[in-house]
Structure formats: structure tokens, C-alpha cells
């Protein structure tokens, strides 16, 4: 072979080699474009997922993001279900916020859907021996004072009052959501026990809203008092008298009769200016005579009356949340 | 020892529990012989003020003539008893008291 023949067979050869490369370099470029195109141009398969394989990663994020939300949610939940803490007072038990929930609920009527308590009785199971109270004071009227005196006060109404709300709230649901299982009540009884309960403090609210601004009212029950105080000592000279002091029995049998007439005329006047409360007559003229008392025998203002008003309408406003 | 409680108007029992002014407290030892006994002058007529004093001197018994129902069901919920319509004079209402429990003793 001649040193042309070697030169062009190496030529061939390069020249081969060089043709094998570029074409398989170009080759793939021209399958990648046609994959891309053939993807573009097809239909869209809603079954199959195109692009990155979303189905694997987009379960894992989602399921932590899930797992987290669910985590928050359920702390969340927790504190929500922590039960409000008792305010720290000085002059209340816990345990009374449990009777007097248990007072309302002994003393429903479910079957006309009203209470069938009248304030002087409340009075009487909570006021008269001041069990689950904390009161100073020698006798039962000076630790009534010390009590009166606490609800009263300012730091009541800003400080414990928002605390005892959120705790009488929890306790009620509490308490009612076993009474609603243990007397098969439906759902619909369960709110109306609320409704009446809020319509209940509503009007004590009301009453003392009108007690607390409007001074002729106060006056009316201020002379009802004297009327019924009078009336009292006629009483008590007349069931002493003899059967034989026939001219003094008939002249303050008598005097008895105009008494009476005197308070009823009165009592009508009063219960004419409460005609919007609410209450039963009986219940009105008791919680006149029970604000009066607290104005005129234990020295507190109307704007002390008005201050329990706002709170009792707080409360009521936010019984049916429960 | 039983305490007794009174509502008393002069030397009756009080027509009214509400409206009384005075009471008369007694005790009794287990043979229903006075061991003690006095007046409590009220500062006003009120039947809560009445039942106050009730729970107060731990009285057992109570001697009325007319007594308003929540009064009434309010003592016997705090395990009071309470004989009502009583109407006579104190000596005459305690000897039937007297009279009335030895019958179940």
C-alpha cells in the first residue's frame, strides 16, 4: 500500500467516526422534541397526572400540613375545653355557683316552660343562712353588708365578674347537658330552659334599671313600706284586744280596711310604672322592696343598682352561647 | 334536747309567722322537762328574718298559726319541723306539742 492509500483509508476512517458521533448526538435532541410535541398535542388525560409525579409528594405535604392543622386545632380545642378558672373572691364558694344552677333547673316547669321559683323564695335558699358565702361580720345582717358590699363594688363588675360569667357558663352547660340526658329532654327544651332563664334575669335587670333612674319609683315603694309597716302595729293592737272591746275593734277593724285600701291603691301605682318588667306581680313588689332596701337601709346609690343591672344584663345576653 | 321556737303576739301564738314581733325559745331534755327558756324581741316583722333566727339557734321545732307556703317548705327543707295553725295561748300550744310527741316515743 502506498503512503496515499494509508492516507485516505485514515481519512475514511476519521471521517466515519466523526459521521457516527454527530449523528448520535443529534439523534436525541429530535426524540426529546418529539416527546414534548406529542404531549402538547394530545388530549388531556384527567386520569393521568402529567408533568412531576405530583400524587407522591403532594399526599406527604398535604397529610403533614393536615397532621400540623390538626395538631393546632386540637390544642386549640384543648384550651377551649380547659374549664374558666373560679375567680378568686372572698365572699363566694364555688359551690354556690352549683346550687344556684341546680335551683334553676328544680324549679323549671318543663311542661309550661317557665320557673316557678318567685324571688322570695330564692331569697330565702340563698339569703337567709348564706351557705356557700364567705362573709366577715358578727350577725347575719353585717355579713349580708360585707356580701352586698363586695357585689357591689367596682372591682366586682371589672375584675371577677367576667371571670365568674365564664365559669357560671361552663357550669351550666355542664350541669344542663346531664340534666337534658337524664330526662330525656330534646334539644329544643334545652334551649328553651334558656330562653326562659335569660328572659328570667332580663327583666330582674330591667326592674332594677327603672328602680336605679327613676326616683318616683323609689319614692312610691318608699310609701308602700310605711303603709305596710302601719298596717303591722293596727294588726298587732287589734288580734290583742278582748271580745268585749267591741267600739275599739270596730274602729281599727276599720282603720285596717282603709289601710289596706291605701296600700292596694298604691301597689297598683307601683306595679303601673313596672308594667314592662316582666315579672309576676308579686316578684315585682319584692325586688321594689329588696332595692329599696339596699338604697335606703344599707346606703347604696342608684348608680351601684344600675352597675348590677348592666351585669345581670351582660349575663343574660350571653346564656344562650352556653 | 329539743329546741322549740314560738312566734308569740302578748301570750298568744302570733296570728301571722311574717308579721311577728316576738318569739318564745324553749328547751326540752329527752323527758320533755324545761331545761331553758327566753323572749327574743325582733328588730322588725320578716319572715326571712324569722327563719335566720330558726337555723340560727338551731331550733328543732316551730309552733305557728298561719305560715306562707315557701317559709313553711324552706324549714322543712332544712329539716326543721314545723306544726302550723296552731291557735292558742302559749302554755296550751306546748302541752299539746308535749302531748303530740310522747304519743310516738
Known amino acids: 500500500m502506498s503512503r496515499k492509500t494509508i492516507f485516505i483509508l485514515l481519512l475514511v476512517l476519521v471521517s466515519g467516526f466523526i459521521f457516527l458521533f454527530t449523528f448520535k448526538f443529534k439523534k436525541e435532541p429530535v426524540k426529546q422534541v418529539e416527546g414534548i410535541k406529542s404531549k402538547v398535542s394530545s388530549k388531556i388525560d384527567k386520569n393521568t397526572t402529567y408533568g412531576y409525579e405530583f400524587s407522591s409528594l403532594k399526599p406527604e405535604v398535604s397529610e403533614n400540613n393536615t397532621e400540623e392543622v390538626v395538631e393546632e386545632e386540637k390544642k386549640e380545642e384543648q384550651v377551649t375545653d380547659l374549664p374558666p378558672t373560679f375567680p378568686q373572691v372572698s365572699f363566694f364558694q364555688v359551690e354556690l355557683v352549683d346550687r344556684v344552677i341546680d335551683f334553676f333547673l328544680k324549679n323549671y316547669d318543663s311542661q309550661r316552660d317557665n320557673f316557678t321559683f318567685s324571688l322570695k323564695k330564692m331569697n330565702l335558699y340563698f339569703g337567709v343562712d348564706l351557705e356557700g358565702f364567705t362573709a366577715e361580720g358578727e350577725d347575719v345582717q353585717q355579713k349580708r353588708l360585707f356580701i352586698f358590699k363586695q357585689l357591689f363594688s367596682t372591682s366586682f363588675s371589672q375584675e371577677i365578674f367576667p371571670l365568674l360569667k365564664s365559669f357560671v357558663l361552663y357550669r351550666l352547660n355542664d350541669k344542663l347537658d346531664s340534666y337534658v340526658k337524664e330526662n330525656n329532654w330534646p334539644e329544643a327544651k334545652r334551649k328553651l330552659f334558656l330562653t326562659s332563664l335569660q328572659e328570667k334575669i332580663l327583666a330582674i335587670a330591667r326592674e332594677l334599671n327603672l328602680m336605679g333612674s327613676k326616683t318616683e319609683l323609689v319614692t312610691g315603694i318608699k310609701d308602700y313600706l310605711e303603709i305596710q309597716k302601719s298596717l303591722y302595729q293596727i294588726y298587732a293592737k287589734y288580734w290583742q284586744l278582748e271580745e268585749k272591746d267591741k267600739e275599739e275593734k270596730a274602729r281599727l277593724g276599720d282603720l285596717i280596711k282603709k289601710t289596706i285600701f291605701a296600700r292596694e291603691h298604691l301597689q297598683k301605682k307601683i306595679l303601673a310604672q313596672l308594667k314592662d318588667v316582666g315579672l309576676s306581680a308579686e316578684d315585682k313588689l319584692y325586688l321594689g322592696l329588696w332595692t329599696y332596701r339596699r338604697m335606703e337601709k344599707d346606703g347604696f346609690t342608684s348608680v351601684e343598682i344600675l352597675r348590677l343591672a348592666s351585669m345581670l344584663e351582660d349575663l343574660a345576653k350571653s346564656l344562650l352561647k352556653a | ?105
Not at chain 2, 2 to 26: C, M, N, Q
Not at chain 2, 27 to 56: A, Y
Request: hydrophobic share 45%; with cysteine; aromatic share 10%.
Open chain 2, 1 to 105: 334536747m329539743t329546741k322549740v321556737l314560738i312566734p308569740i303576739l302578748g301570750k298568744e301564738v302570733a296570728p301571722r309567722f311574717d308579721l311577728a314581733l316576738e318569739v318564745f325559745i324553749v328547751e326540752f331534755d329527752s323527758k320533755w322537762k324545761v331545761v331553758s327558756s327566753k323572749n327574743v324581741i325582733l328588730p322588725e316583722s320578716s319572715g326571712e328574718e324569722m327563719c335566720s333566727l330558726i337555723l340560727k339557734e338551731n331550733v328543732d321545732i316551730v309552733l305557728t298559726n298561719g305560715i306562707e307556703d315557701e317559709y313553711y317548705n324552706y324549714l322543712k327543707w332544712k329539716k326543721v319541723k314545723v306544726i302550723d295553725n296552731v291557735m292558742d295561748n302559749i302554755e296550751n300550744a306546748l302541752a299539746f306539742l308535749i302531748r303530740e310527741e310522747r304519743r310516738y316515743e
